[in-house]
Nanobody, 114 residues
């Protein structure tokens, strides 16, 4: 069983920055990838960024050049650095860990005001 907990959300003005954290615990050995998703109000959940066990990263076109996913293996934590935030980035942000199954966190709210 893998547990992931998101943190770092909040209210920020357009153009600002936030750093989200996804802390993993439990049976974390063998996790294949950690993903960040977001779900804007009234819309479907969408993939934002991925980091694999090999360190490969991928981003949605909408966040390329603004968001950076990284990890600290010593802290079992994956980060999502979000710069140049826009009102359309407003969403609940979720991380998940992929290891045979998929393990989701509870999410953290990010609100970007114009």
């Amino acid at each position: 069983q893998v547990h992931v907990v998101e943190s770092g959300g909040g209210l920020v003005q357009a153009g600002g920055s936030l750093r989200l954290s996804c802390a993993a615990s439990g049976s974390i050995a063998g996790i294949n990838a950690i993903n960040w998703f977001r779900q804007p109000p009234g819309k479907q959940r969408e993939l934002v960024a991925t980091i694999t066990s090999a360190g490969t990263t991928n981003y949605a076109d909408s966040v390329k050049g603004r968001f950076t996913i990284s990890r600290d293996n010593a802290k079992n934590t994956v980060y999502l650095q979000m710069n140049s935030l826009k009102p359309e980035d407003t969403a609940v942000y979720y991380c998940n860990a992929v290891k045979r199954g998929v393990y989701w966190g509870q999410g953290t709210q990010v609100t970007v005001s114009s």
